[in-house]
Structures are given as C-alpha cells and as structure tokens.
C-alpha cells in the first residue's frame, strides 16, 4: 500500500462501519482510486478484474465514459425535484422507456432509491390493493434460500439465515415453501421441482386465503448461493400461485437488465407478474436508484378518495441524476446490441471456465446468462474470507458466497480478462 492508501485505510477504520461485515476481521481496507472498464485500480494501480461487478451492479463497466458524460450533463441541469406534484424529462422518457420493454399489462412505475426500498414498496402496495377490495391478508409467501434485502420488510420476506436470525423477533410474518435446488456439496439437501412444487401447494392448500404476494427471484437466487431452479418449475409454480388469487411479485433487481441471459427474466419464465422490482442494474451500476413496475388495473384500484392513495414516498424519488443514468444505460443496451452479444461473451465464459465442469475439488457447476458458480467444498466457513483476499493479490475481486464461488463480470469484460480470471481462480482452487 502507498501513502495515499495507508491513511485512507486508517482513516477509514476510524470512521467507517462497512456493510455485512464483522469490523473486528478488518486490520486495513483497500482503497480503489479509480476504474476503468472491469477493473478497479488501488492508488498502487494495481488492478483488481471486477468479477462480481461490484456487488452486481456495474453492467457497463467503471468509468463508463458515455454514461458519466449523461450524468455530468444532467448535473448541471437539474439533479433532484420534489416528485410529489412535478414530474422531469429525464424520468418520463425513462418511464415510458422501460414500459415499453416490459411486457403488457405492466404500464406504471413507482421510483425508490434502492432494491430493498423497491420490495418494501411492491409488499406495500398488495397488501394495500387488497385491502382496498376489502380483503384482509397479512401473510407473504416467499421461496426458501431466497433474498429480497435488508429492511424489515424486505428482510422478512427473505429466507437467509444469517441476515435474519438475530431480527426474529421484529419482522413481519411470512411463510416459506420449498425450492428446487442442489445443496449436496456442503451435505445438505438436494429438492427437485416436483417435490418443490408439491410442497408449495400444501402451503398455499392451507395459508392462501391470508396470503398477500407471492415473492420471487426468477430464475436465479443470487444471495443464495446462486442457485438456479429452471424456468418451467418457475412458470408453474407463479401460475399455480396465481390460480390461488395471489400476487406474484418478480424481485428482478440482480438478475433484470440482461444478467439472466434475457433483458427480463419473466422473458424466459414465459410468465408476466403483478409487479415487478428493478435495481442494481437500472443505473447501469452508477447512482442507487429502484423502481417498481405494476399493471394500470393495480394503479387504478388505488383511485378515488385521498385516504384510497399510496401515501409512500422517499425524498430522493426519481432522482433526474439516476434517471439520466438510467437513460443512459438504456441507450447502449439499445445501441450495442448487448443481449446478443452477451449470448456469445457468456459461452465464451464457460468456455473457459470448462475445466471446472469435471474438477474434482469442484461440484454442481452452473451457469444462467451472465452468471457462472460452482461450489467448492473446501472453501465453506472462514476458508471462504482468506480466499478473497488470496484472490486480491491476483489481481481478482472475488467474493464467495459461503462454498459457491461465481463469476458474474460487467458485460464489457474483454476475453482476455475473462482468460486471465479463470487461470488465476483454477490455480487458486488447486492450491486449496
Ligand atoms: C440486492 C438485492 C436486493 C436489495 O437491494 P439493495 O439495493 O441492496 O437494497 C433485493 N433483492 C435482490 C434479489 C437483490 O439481489
């Protein structure tokens, strides 16, 4: 470390809390100067390849120079307006943009300034909408192994152990039915989709008539240890949810803006929900920003007297600075034909990375669109942490999700890069 570097760091440790952190393992913390495309460089200028796009935000890369440029431009126009009463164009555009993108029916977008904020909002807001048509529901149905963030609201209709457990006693209710999935490398279980599927119906058989919303992450449980049920068991089980006369709620805000391989997951699940939460990507990785999109039959039950309305809001609602972002975002999505592209750059990934499929240290390789994990059994418990930081002097931002290790880069990653990350993590695994 420089200077620059160490004062920083100590400076940091004497001010800062980090987030989803024990402080007392921290004895210094990197500083990135700056970053350009998928790499973070130190105030060394060592580079760091960004492997998990920064907590899975950064789509388009650090420093993108066109999105910074919008930004700027918007910046010196206007960056914030009470939304309560005015609108700006930033945000229209940016609106009628995204409705178009989503499927029919969803037409109206509520802004937030992030991903938990958006769930807390979709939550609110079908509660609400029942109760407006005189039913009482206040239960949520969530999958297990499923996150929707770290608020009360949000965090209580996640099922992540770990970030949940010392909050028992504040949350609201939820109830949890199975997820297909395959935990064998830490010995725990394996669920298929019809056992799934069954236990979901004996849920709804006996709690549907007070449930609210279903909460779902399609097609990837990212905090879960990326675990990725298939679009058939999602379409079925959304459409068995539905003919319970229950919201579904799509919580899209890691796998939306192409990470699942589609612009939507929903594209693939063939299935359209009653809401749906977007995030992270929106901004193209850049300002916190979230919306969330629902069908003008949900908006319109909310009409009528002042005491009917959705009386939510946050000061930074459609924040002109993120929505010119987001605007930006949209553009290149639009002009760089980065759906297509990402189809090859992701078969370009496993590619290189097929010398897992068959490692020995190595189980239940996968990969869905712009994400690739495997679990490594050795890597469980606090084996996980010193490889993070054996990874840093790689060259490598790497952050294991307990024993599942994935990649998940922004989509302008080079194929060299993308070479480079694979040799170094096969090397880091042999040495394990
Ligand atoms: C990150 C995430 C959230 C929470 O978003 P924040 O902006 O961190 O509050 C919710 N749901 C999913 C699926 C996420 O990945």
């Excluded at 679990?375 to 307990?402: C, I, Q, T």
Aim: net charge negative.
């Amino acid at each position: 470390m420089n200077n620059t570097a160490q004062e920083l760091s100590k400076l940091d440790l004497e001010h800062i809390w980090h987030p989803c952190s024990q402080m007392s393992e921290y004895d210094s913390v990197l500083a990135i100067k700056r970053g350009d495309g998928a790499v973070l460089y130190g105030y060394d200028e060592k580079a760091y390849i960004d492997c998990i796009s920064s907590w899975w935000v950064n789509i388009f890369g650090h420093g993108n120079a066109y999105i910074a440029a919008k930004i700027a431009e918007q910046a010196s126009m206007l960056s914030q307006v009470i939304l309560a009463g005015f609108t700006h164009e930033p945000l229209v555009r940016l609106s009628a943009r995204l409705c178009k993108l989503l499927p029919s029916p969803l037409n109206k977008c509520f802004y937030a300034d992030n991903g938990s904020a958006a769930v807390e909002v979709a939550l609110k807001m079908s509660y609400h909408k029942n109760k407006l048509r005189g039913k009482e529901k206040p239960l949520f149905l969530n999958l297990k192994n499923s996150y929707h963030g770290e608020t009360i609201g949000a965090l209580s209709v996640g099922d992540v152990e770990l970030y949940k457990a010392s909050y028992g006693g504040i949350l609201i209710d939820c109830i949890s039915a199975k997820v297909p999935c395959d935990f064998s490398a830490w010995g725990s279980e394996i669920v298929s989709e019809d056992e799934a599927l069954s236990d979901l119906e004996k849920v709804l058989k006996t709690h549907a008539h007070c449930i609210s919303a279903f909460i779902i992450e399609p097609l990837i449980q990212c905090s879960g240890n990326m675990n990725m049920p298939s679009p058939a068991y999602t379409k079925k089980a959304c459409e068995l949810v539905r003919s319970y006369e229950i919201d579904v709620i799509f919580d899209e805000i890691a796998v939306g803006f192409g990470r699942s391989g589609s612009m939507w997951a929903m594209e693939q699940v063939g299935f359209v929900p009653d809401f749906v939460c977007l995030s992270k990507g929106l901004s193209g990785g850049n300002l916190p920003f979230s919306v969330v999109v629902t069908s003008d039959s949900v908006y319109n039950e909310f009409l009528g007297d002042f005491d009917r309305a959705f009386l939510h809001s946050h000061s930074y609602t459609g924040n002109a600075l993120a929505a010119a972002a987001a605007n930006a975002t949209l553009d290149i999505f639009e002009s760089e034909n980065v759906i297509e592209k990402n189809k090859a750059l992701s078969a370009f990934i496993l590619e290189q990375f097929k010398w897992a499929r068959h490692h020995e240290k190595v189980r239940n390789f996968r990969q869905r669109g712009m994400v690739l994990a495997f679990d490594v059994p050795r890597l469980a418990g606090a084996k996980s942490r010193e490889f993070r930081s054996l990874a840093l002097n790689r060259g490598l931002l790497l952050r294991p999700l307990g024993a599942s290790l994935y990649f998940m880069p922004p989509y302008v990653i080079t194929r060299d890069q993308i070479t480079f990350a694979s040799t170094q993590i096969k090397e880091l695994i042999n040495e394990l």
